[in-house]
């Protein structure tokens, strides 16, 4: 019965985190009669209940394995939704957004620095504010700032330091998430890690440091910590190999590069460079195999201590040791929560199926942490387990050590292969040899050294681990050189990911079984589009949800442009990487006919360079001058390097098909001393139902000259982008009246600082009959021009509402 309850809790928890919002009682009211209906319904069928009908046992079965299920997963629905409306509760109330607020807390995680300033978790003790009640957790940012005029400087802040306690006014914003088809939630990632608020600390408000170290626990594991991870950078500097192992240590990867990041990804090892289950297990079993061997050396002992107790203690007490130098972060305590779960069940003197291990584990995993459901993580940790079990479980003959290695690295490869589509679109093909290397060099070698070597002052370890890792780098670059190395697919239809699972399970069957491998032919429909092929004529356009920022992307039958990539966020993340790519893989994209740049602002070009490295394009079409800083990092790109570049300027125009693309401003030559908004690259796209008009950033003085232009008289579309993000200095009735768009969209940050859109704006528009839509409320929103002569309009947000978003 443990299995049938097991797949009872995981669908009632995987269930209600689909909700798009929690239910009332009223809702709860109506599904417990359905309920109570239900269980009468079936229990009313059992022999005796019913006259003149008999049924047979295993009917009887059946039933009662159904019963357990489905109550299993009221019980567990209902939990999660008491765990859900509790966490809740603690966010920031609405009415206190972006207030100044004196708050105390104490600074309990390591803190991030770069060239914006620092970054701290910190743990609220005191809100000076009593109409604003604080969220126990809150992540800060402290700006560099500079000071104004001819001499600007940076202002002196203080260096903030794990385990101190601090006042500070900050302000803040509740979680929100840029919201796009298959990107990554950061509202939920704030659920799951408690995480009720974040924003900045106002620099121009004293900051008062009320004691140095805080003798708390998570102050003094937050200290332990960042001294661990300065110890490394100080004994091997700032290279790419200490800010490998401050992951691996301390479980801090903001040190790696974008480049690296990369090559650990489509080399398929970034599972490794992190601290994952895989290193917590190795070095919870090196810890139980050591007690164990102690144990067996003193015989007395076990006397008093039965060895395995003793050893599973041992492993228990490793586990926990590394987990907390990582921070008891949301992952690792996953993997510990089923680490001590197996542990314990081993301890028993029953010996149970490794089915009930596994179901157990579960179950403490889900009660503890029912969002996991929501993590990439937690289906391929538990379903590589399970997989493992039933493929290479009940043999009747052990295989060499060398043969179960090569099996179970050929077996983890293939079964996981439709996860991997379904959550990331890509395929390593070499990752069964990158992860043959790196596995053993990096959880047997590199982790073991660079602890020791960390915790201890013995530098020479440290430095044998970072040599180890340069050589497992130096193999992971030249795999990744290889012309095959990485395969990116389109985000299959769930029907078809069904059958590629049911496909997995039927060759994962022991050898004999009729047909296994024809189970692999269940694939191919995985390489089936998600969405239906445009024809000629047709245009589907994507204005992404990037935050203060611009991107859109204009498909047709055959081509693909894409118009601005949003911003930098800091130096390790912008919107092409996080927002951008993410969306082309999901559609299967692997090459652009032209990529816009409508001018030189980071919230327009900040992430092209991401998007350029990973997705060639066949030419570029900008304003920037041949010196600008984007053109300099291109050169980096050796795919990118040499594209064709040309200016943009008014008449243009290419047909891509049977959909026209035409420039309309600016003009070939334009005034001196012209701002860079008012150098955007303005461009109609015409379809047979329906054209948008792409503005990027021009203001007043740009309007007019389009209007006064040859092509001020032909501007009519169906949607536009509001200029400059509706800035008051932009989006003049005269440009309005001219283009008399059906739908204008802003796309704008949430409560960004400019106050974009202006209410003014949005009025302007909506009194001119214009449908007003803005990302930060409507998420990603497509128009799909496939019939009629208007679009047909979906808005990411009201298509998967979830019930954290407040």
């Not at 670059?477 to 049911?502: C, D, E, I, K, R």
Request: hydrophobic share 50%; glycine share 8%.
């Amino acid at each position: 019965m443990l299995p049938s309850a097991t797949v009872g809790l995981l669908f009632g928890v995987w269930l209600f985190q689909q909700q798009p919002r929690l239910w009332s009682l009223a809702v709860w009211a109506g599904w417990l009669a359905a309920f109570v209906t239900l269980r009468l319904l079936l229990f009313g069928l059992m022999p005796g209940r019913v006259p003149g009908i008999v049924f047979s046992f295993p009917f009887q079965t059946l039933l009662r394995r159904l019963w357990l299920v489905l109550l299993i997963a009221a019980l567990a629905f209902a939990y999660v939704q008491a765990r859900a409306w509790w966490r809740l509760q603690s966010v920031l109330p609405a009415a206190c957004e972006q207030l100044v607020i004196p708050v105390q807390g104490v600074i309990v995680s390591v803190p991030e620095r770069d060239a914006r300033g620092q970054h701290v978790d910190l743990a609220v003790e005191r809100s000076f504010n009593p109409a604003c009640p604080l969220p126990a957790n809150i992540r800060l940012h402290l700006y560099q700032q500079t000071y104004r005029g001819e001499a600007a400087k940076p202002l002196a802040l203080p260096y903030l330091q794990a385990g101190e306690r601090w006042q500070f006014s900050v302000r803040l914003k509740r979680p929100h998430a840029t919201r796009n088809p298959h990107g990554f939630d950061y509202a939920a990632w704030c659920l799951s890690n408690d995480i009720g608020a974040s924003g900045s600390i106002d620099t121009k408000a004293p900051m008062h440091q009320l004691q140095p170290l805080v003798w708390q626990p998570a102050a003094l594991i937050a200290r332990w910590r960042a001294s661990v991870g300065e110890r490394i950078e100080r004994v091997l500097g700032a290279t790419p190999a200490s800010a490998v192992l401050r992951a691996l240590v301390i479980g801090d990867d903001s040190h790696i590069t974008r480049t690296d990041w990369q090559l650990f990804v489509d080399t398929g090892i970034n599972h490794l460079v992190s601290i994952s289950g895989l290193h917590i297990t190795m070095l919870a079993s090196l810890g139980y195999l050591c007690i164990g061997w102690l144990w067996r050396l003193r015989p007395r002992w076990a006397l008093h201590l039965p060895s395995k107790l003793a050893a599973s203690a041992g492993g228990a007490l490793v586990a926990i040791a590394y987990s907390a130098l990582a921070g008891f972060s949301i992952p690792t305590q996953r993997t510990l929560y089923m680490l001590l779960t197996v542990l314990v069940m081993l301890s028993l003197k029953h010996r149970l199926p490794f089915s009930w291990i596994l179901c157990v584990a579960m179950w403490v995993v889900l009660l503890l942490d029912p969002w996991a459901v929501m993590a990439p993580g937690f289906w391929l940790s538990f379903g590589a387990v399970a997989v493992l079990a039933f493929a290479m479980g009940g043999r009747l003959r052990p295989s060499r050590w060398w043969q179960s290695a090569l099996q179970t690295q050929w077996i983890m490869t293939l079964a996981l292969v439709p996860v991997l589509i379904l959550f990331f679109n890509q395929l390593s093909l070499v990752s069964p040899l990158a992860n043959g290397l790196a596995i053993p060099m990096v959880s047997v070698g590199v982790v073991p050294l660079a602890i020791a070597g960390a915790v201890l002052p013995l530098d020479g370890l440290l430095h044998i681990a970072a040599g180890l890792w340069q050589v497992c780098a130096h193999a992971l670059a030249w795999l990744h050189q290889l012309p095959w190395a990485v395969g990116y697919v389109a985000t299959p239809p769930m029907w078809a990911w069904l059958m590629a699972m049911l496909g997995t399970l039927v060759w994962l069957m022991p050898r004999g079984w009729p047909l296994r491998w024809a189970g692999l032919l269940l694939w191919l429909p995985l390489w089936q589009p998600l969405s239906p092929a445009l024809q000629p004529g047709q245009m589907r356009v994507t204005v992404l949800d990037v935050g203060q920022g611009l991107s859109v992307l204009v498909q047709t039958a055959q081509h693909v442009m894409l118009y601005d990539a949003g911003p930098v966020y800091h130096e390790q993340s912008d919107a092409g990487q996080r927002i951008v790519l993410p969306y082309l893989r999901h559609l299967g994209i692997k090459q652009l006919g032209i990529a816009v740049i409508s001018h030189d602002d980071n919230d327009h070009v900040g992430g092209m360079a991401s998007v350029l490295a990973s997705v060639p394009a066949s030419r570029i079409l900008s304003s920037l001058t041949s010196d600008a800083a984007f053109f300099s990092q291109l050169q980096q790109l050796p795919q990118a390097a040499s594209l064709p570049r040309i200016v943009c300027h008014a008449g243009q125009q290419w047909q891509w098909d049977q959909v026209l693309f035409r420039v309309v401003y600016p003009a070939e030559s334009l005034p001196t001393g012209t701002k860079d908004n008012d150098k955007s690259c303005v461009i109609q796209v015409v379809s047979a139902h329906g054209s948008i008009l792409l503005t990027g950033d021009i203001e007043y003085p740009a309007e007019q000259a389009l209007l006064a232009s040859s092509f001020g008289g032909d501007l009519r579309s169906t949607v536009m982008t509001m200029p400059h993000h509706g800035s008051k200095t932009s989006s003049s009735l005269a440009l309005i009246r001219q283009v008399n768009p059906e739908i204008a969209i802003a796309t704008v940050g949430y409560r960004n600082r400019f106050g974009h859109p202006k209410p003014e704006v949005m009025a302007r528009y909506q009194a001119l009959g214009s449908q007003a839509l803005r990302s930060d409320r409507d998420g990603a929103i497509v128009l799909d021009f496939t019939q009629g002569s208007r679009p047909q309009v979906s808005r990411w947000r009201a298509l998967e509402p979830h019930y954290w978003e407040l």
